[in-house]
């Protein structure tokens, strides 16, 4: 169906109708759309719109799951392929708020540390850009991603205090490769809103009143706050040092 001259058609109509303006500098074929290996379509009856994806996952999400194949190869969509993609989702935004966590509350520089992490940086961050480079390989620039995200988490979660400098080096590649290039990571700006600092606020609160019961070997108490944040969407993380919490 993209034989000529569907394309050179759909590029006279557009302009044609926007005053002779450029249709595209760049234009990609993509591969199908498919449920459950089978094309999607309105006449099949087997369609999912954005409407309804957006009712149970993030647009991020959905990028994510976009992102998990090749733009020239078919993507599959099922309940399945969506929740691996909030899974790692959710794996590296775990990391991300770690950081920015700790970045509230930096400790001292560590030269040793900071030198070692830096590189594990700049290696992501080439490798992020030769896979976009090799004909916009999204599913490696993710797996470059994830594979930091890993990196990450084993360096936060460490003994070594991290300094505010590679806190932040951290932040700004989740900032522009996770942000600004994939649109998978929200901009710091939006999580730190007046209304989201009172969430945070209030839920730190709570884990801080779930650790004294526990403390105080308040088990019934404690499990009765970790399940009504769940209820409420807010999974809490016990770590070695310190609890965290995400939104599902």
Known sequence: ?????????????SEAAHDGAPFANYWLLVGSLTVDGTKMGKSLGNFVTIQDALKKYRPEVLRVFIYSAHYSNPVDYSESALDAAQKGWDRLMSAVRLTREKLAHPASATESTDSAFTSVIDETRQKFIDAFEDDFNAPIAMAALQTFTREVNTLLNGTEPVSRALLEQIDTLYSELGGRVMGIVPAAEATTGADA????GLIQLLIGLRKQARDQKQWALSDQIRDQLGGLGVVLEDRADSTVWRTT
């Open 1 to 13: 169906e993209n034989m000529f001259p569907h394309n050179e058609c759909e590029i006279a109509q």
């Open 197 to 200: 600092a009172r969430e945070a």
